[in-house]
């Protein structure tokens, strides 16, 4: 249930109305927007449906919420949020590029791209150190060496860093290095993971699963915020289909739709959705007018030799000529390319 109070109510009116409900067995989520404030109130529908709440002073309106999803929808905050990573900001008119190869493999691997990121003006990086491989004998990532390398480039370079976690086990660890997490593909039903990241307060990617629904992804981000955490960012990244031309099919729709559902940022990553490096500019152009918050593109020095997806990155120069031809259509979105 939603509890939408009126512009001028009171803080009093506010906590009597919370403590009614918390003494009814219910918790609630508070947001607090420009205007007004909005209380998620979370629990058995039907046993508050009988409270008389909207006699409460200050309250406007109660709205039952038939959604499985309730911290995430657009009913309980209407604005876009956003979310500020070293200054991106996601969920504005930023468009936030996220770009940085596949792995962590080297020091001067990861070196070489993020001088190039931060040349052309970027804020974040990307990288997994650990890797969720296909096969158990492929390149499962440099672990907390990779951390370390990533660490290093912030102190160097000012950018904030992006980096996959896969297990509970590995949460604090990941955390004691990144700026934000991210949370595969793979990984996004695991929901004992999704549990351990929304108790931080670090901003999320989280990955729409390989076969997902709109609605088992925002389930999943619900998740997250349902142990507090709202920083969640969506990254659309190619479903799977019966084409098997490309990697995965990516799903443009994902975006205005997500966006219909949810407040929450949405993200494209064309590069894990075509897994072919010569798609990647026409998808994220088409990214960027469907109006996506932010692109994810794997970047690698030399992709020849890239220890996972070399099919799909691509070198520093080429990114620059993506992110330049991009500029136009940000521009006539109404946005910029940051
Ligand atoms: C990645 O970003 O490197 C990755 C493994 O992505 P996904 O989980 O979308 O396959
Ligand atoms: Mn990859």
Redesign the pocket.
């Known amino acids: 249930m939603i509890i939408v109070m009126k512009p001028k109510a009171s803080q009093e009116q506010l906590d009597h109305l919370i403590e009614k409900i918390k003494s009814l067995g219910f918790s609630v989520n508070i947001s607090k927007g420009k205007e007004r404030t909005v209380i998620g109130v979370i629990g058995e529908e039907d046993k508050l449906r009988v409270q008389p709440l909207e006699a409460f002073p200050g309250v406007e309106k109660v709205m039952s919420v038939l959604k499985p999803y309730k911290l995430i929808s657009r009913e309980f905050h209407p604005e876009n949020a956003i979310i500020d990573i070293n200054g991106a900001r996601f969920g504005s008119t930023d468009i936030c590029m996220i770009a940085g190869p596949?792995?962590v493999e080297s020091l001067e691997q990861i070196r070489t791209v993020a001088a190039a990121i931060k040349k052309l003006g970027g804020k974040l990086i990307?990288g997994?150190a650990f890797?969720?491989?296909t096969s158990p004998y492929a390149f499962q990532g440099l672990g907390e060496q990779g951390l370390k390398y990533l660490a290093q480039i912030r102190e160097e370079f000012g950018l904030a860093i992006v980096t996959?976690v896969m297990d509970t086990r590995d949460v604090e660890l990941v955390g004691k290095y990144a700026d934000a997490f991210?949370?595969?593909?793979?990984?996004?039903q695991n929901f004992n993971l999704l549990k351990e990241v929304g108790a931080t307060k670090k901003p999320v990617f989280l990955?729409?699963g390989?076969s997902a629904t709109y609605k088992e992804f925002l389930m999943s981000a619900e998740y997250i915020a349902s142990r507090g955490n709202f920083n969640v960012i969506l990254?659309e990244?190619?479903i799977r289909t019966f084409e098997d031309y490309t990697r995965n099919t990516l799903d443009i729709t994902a975006v205005p739709v997500l966006k219909q559902f949810t407040y929450l940022p949405v993200v494209i990553?064309p590069?894990?959705a075509a897994g072919r490096r010569e798609l990647l500019e026409p998808l994220s152009k088409a990214a960027v007018a469907v109006g996506a918050d932010g692109l994810?593109l794997?970047v690698h020095p030399c992709p020849e030799e890239a220890l996972?997806?070399g099919q799909q990155q691509i070198v520093p120069e080429r990114y620059k000529e993506i992110l330049e031809s991009l500029q136009s259509i940000a521009n006539a979105v109404g946005r910029k390319i940051v």
Do not use: Y
């Open positions: 596949c792995s990307r997994g890797k969720p491989r996959e991210q949370i595969g593909a793979r990984n996004m990955k729409r390989l990254v990244r190619g990553d590069s894990h994810m794997e996972s997806d």
